[in-house]
């Protein structure tokens, strides 16, 4: 599978105190695995639009740039964790993007007090959350970048 489907997130926890919200959050379970890398943090549970179980891997955000010069900014630069969401066993990527959205709603409705994003391919803005807006959706093709910057400057934290 070539696309990566991620929820990003504004938290002033720690990763580990963000995945503990996750699991409870989304009724998951926390999975000891070794191949994973420090800070990082794998849960799985039930899907919510396929047979089967979504896979979550939760670490910090390691694709933002703290001091960005403007031309290289990006909609996910202040986003302190970043949760890569899969179906077990699933190569079908419209479905992964499908429960990736449905994982980012369910905690969106949640109306938490932690931004999100939700992006798909590492380059395109699906929707973002943030507590006192709700949630808008973004046209297709809107990327991360600076490129697109007035279509997700109002919806994104900086």
Known sequence: MSNSDTIFLASSEPVDATAAWL??????????DPDLREGQHFLRGRARTADGRVLLVVGPN????????PEDVSAIDRYTAVVD????GSRNEEAQAKEARAVFDELAALRPPIPLVLATAMSLIVAAYLPDAGV????P??????????AWRPWVIN
Do not use: C, N, S
Not at 85 to 88: E, S
Not at 141 to 150: E, F, Q, V
């Open 141 to 150: 093709r809107t990327t991360l970048d600076a490129d697109d910057i007035d």
């Open 62 to 69: 390691v694709y933002g740039e703290t001091d960005p010069e």
């Open 136 to 139: 808008h959706t973004f046209p």
């Open 85 to 88: 969401v899969r179906i077990a």
């Open 23 to 32: 699991v409870d959050a989304l009724r998951l379970e926390r999975v000891d």
